[in-house]
């Protein structure tokens, strides 16, 4: 990892910047800008991206780090090289759609929409996952969600985050 100060500059010439250093978003890169608070504590705030070495916990950090994520998959895409992570991971999201099967999903890749067996998943996780976005559908657009089918994701992403360990990323995307 890299950090390179930039100084007196507008935000647009700081992104600009951080693409150009970037090779054209072939790595992956964040900006904050580096401030002193009202105790004198010197601290970040984020423009674009965050720490990627800080695990997200929260709706807004994973937001983040999917903008970091999709630009770089984007960029790999175009120069039609594997798109994996660079630590070589793939990237799974989870969300759920207005079709039926899994809420499986990977960017970038001939095979967009995947499904649980496809991923070597036991017929357990796999039919809990299609089960999971089967709910979903079972309701109204305008409905609101079953009962703990939030809480249930967040336990299914778990479980995927185990049985997908050392082979890829699982990102949710039905946080709110």
Known sequence: ????????????????????????????????????????????????????????????????????????????????????LPNGLRLIRVFPEWVSGWPLWENFTAEYRLTGPSLGLTPELSDALFNWNEAWLARQEDDPLPAGWEDEGHRLVVRLRSALDGIAEVRPEFLR
């Open 1 to 84: 990892m890299t950090t390179i100060d930039i100084v007196e500059a507008t935000v647009e010439q700081a992104l600009e910047s951080a693409l150009a250093m970037s090779n054209g978003d072939e790595h992956l890169w964040s900006l904050a800008l580096v401030e002193t608070d009202a105790r004198g504590l010197r601290g970040l705030i984020w423009l674009s991206g965050m720490d990627y070495n800080d695990p997200p916990t929260t709706p807004w950090e994973w937001q983040r780090r999917r903008q970091m994520q999709d630009r770089y998959l984007i960029a790999k895409s175009r120069r039609d090289v594997a798109t994996v």
